[in-house]
């Protein structure tokens, strides 16, 4: 009986996260959100499907204009630079907690002796 509530259980939170996956919604490629601007969208729309998608593209200075050209209005391309910027100190601070940690520079305000040999 125990087995069976442990495998019942476990089978509810495999579907829970399946179900939680596919809900989340892909993110927009610049073909997207040309299209989203052709279609009439006004520039906070466009930015709220952005946000909404989690969506982060990496633009070199061509390509920004190359979505301006196809009518991207400047809030959105401010939004788009914005949020890479954003994205890539996040990764910066995440690779400096992978070589420092929590306790880089010490417990307590005392530094960490080095290991003898």
């Given at each position: 009986?125990?087995?069976?509530?442990?495998?019942?259980?476990l089978?509810?939170?495999?579907?829970?996260?399946?179900?939680?996956?596919?809900?989340?919604?892909?993110?927009?490629?610049?073909?997207?959100?040309?299209?989203?601007?052709?279609?009439?969208?006004?520039?906070?729309?466009?930015?709220?499907?952005?946000?909404?998608?989690?969506?982060?593209?990496?633009?070199?200075?061509a390509?920004?204009?190359?979505?301006?050209?196809?009518?991207?209005?400047?809030?959105?391309?401010?939004?788009?630079?914005?949020?890479?910027?954003?994205?890539?100190?996040?990764?910066?601070?995440?690779?400096m907690?992978?070589?420092?940690?929590?306790?880089?520079?010490?417990?307590?305000?005392?530094?960490?002796?080095?290991?003898?040999?």
């Amino acid at each position: 009986m125990r087995t069976l509530g442990f495998c019942l259980s476990l089978l509810l939170a495999l579907a829970a996260g399946c179900a939680s996956m596919e809900s989340a919604p892909k993110p927009l490629s610049g073909a997207d959100i040309v299209f989203l601007a052709k279609r009439g969208k006004s520039a906070p729309q466009i930015v709220e499907e952005i946000r909404r998608s989690d969506t982060v593209l990496f633009l070199q200075a061509a390509e920004i204009v190359g979505l301006r050209d196809s009518g991207v209005p400047m809030e959105v391309l401010d939004y788009l630079q914005r949020a890479q910027i954003e994205e890539i100190r996040r990764r910066e601070r995440q690779q400096m907690m992978m070589y420092y940690g929590p306790l880089h520079g010490g417990f307590g305000g005392f530094p960490i002796a080095p290991a003898r040999r």
